[in-house]
Each structure stands twice: as structure tokens, then as C-alpha cells.
């Protein structure tokens, strides 16, 4: 009996660390989850999905001069093969994707 309940215990406790880390709303976490996979971890779109889309890099100083505004927009709509977020993710956490893609241009 106390062994099952340690180990119900130790469940319950792996569930609350998962559903935190659903939970986060970081624009590094937002970023990971749902641009990587074309962008790159970097931004530079040099993954293989993002060499075989097209993918913009996001480096380049057209998109380095966009206005915050413009970006979020883009993320919202999307553009071509990139696709929309607007009815994926909430007003905030394109925001913080946006602030997310400023520190990516500065490394
Ligand atoms: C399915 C692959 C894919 C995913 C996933 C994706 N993108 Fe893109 N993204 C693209 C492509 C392709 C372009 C180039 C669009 C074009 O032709 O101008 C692009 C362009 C962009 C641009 C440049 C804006 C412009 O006008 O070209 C930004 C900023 C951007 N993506 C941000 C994001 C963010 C933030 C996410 C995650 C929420 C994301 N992307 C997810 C494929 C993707």
C-alpha cells in the first residue's frame, strides 16, 4: 500500500512539471514549439524544411527593419508558405514570439 502511494505520489508530482511547462508562455518556448521547425533554432531558416520552403531568414535586414507591428502580422496572417498563427496563438504570446525574434537578431 505505501509503496503505490509513493509512486502515485511521484506521478502526480511528473504531472504538475508537465502541465507547468505547457503552461509557459516564454517567446524561446512559444518559439521552439511552433517555428523552429521551418525557422531554425537560430532564426536562419537553414533546417531542411526551411531550405525546402523557402524560408525567410530571419536575420535578414528587410525583416531587421520591419516594425514590431508589421512582424506580429505577419505571424497572425502568415505569408505564403508561412502560415498563420493568428487563430493558433493569443495577441500576447505573438507578442512575445516578436520580442523573442529581436533578441534572435541580435546574436
Ligand atoms: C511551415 C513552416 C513555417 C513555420 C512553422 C513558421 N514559418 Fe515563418 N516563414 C515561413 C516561410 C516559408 C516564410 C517566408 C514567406 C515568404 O515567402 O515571404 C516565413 C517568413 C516569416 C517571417 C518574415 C516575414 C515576411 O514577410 O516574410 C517572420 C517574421 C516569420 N516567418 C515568423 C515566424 C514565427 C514567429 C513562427 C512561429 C509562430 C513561424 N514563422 C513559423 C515558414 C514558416
Known amino acids: ?6 509512486f502515485l505520489m ?11 511547462a505547457h503552461a509557459q508562455n516564454s517567446g524561446a518556448s512559444l518559439f521552439q514549439s511552433n517555428c523552429q521547425m521551418c525557422h531554425g533554432a537560430d532564426g536562419k531558416g537553414s533546417t531542411p524544411t526551411g531550405k525546402a ?4 531568414n530571419l536575420h535578414d535586414p528587410a525583416i531587421v527593419k520591419m516594425s514590431d507591428a508589421e512582424l506580429a502580422n505577419v505571424i497572425g ?31
Open 10 to 20: 511521484a506521478a502526480a508530482i511528473l504531472c504538475l512539471f508537465s502541465a507547468a
Open 53 to 56: 520552403l523557402k524560408v525567410a
Open 77 to 107: 496572417k502568415g505569408n505564403k508558405s508561412m502560415p498563420a498563427f493568428g487563430t493558433r496563438l493569443t495577441p500576447p504570446q505573438i507578442e512575445s514570439l516578436v520580442s523573442y525574434i529581436r533578441v534572435l537578431q541580435k546574436q
Open 1 to 6: 500500500m505505501r509503496s503505490s502511494t509513493g
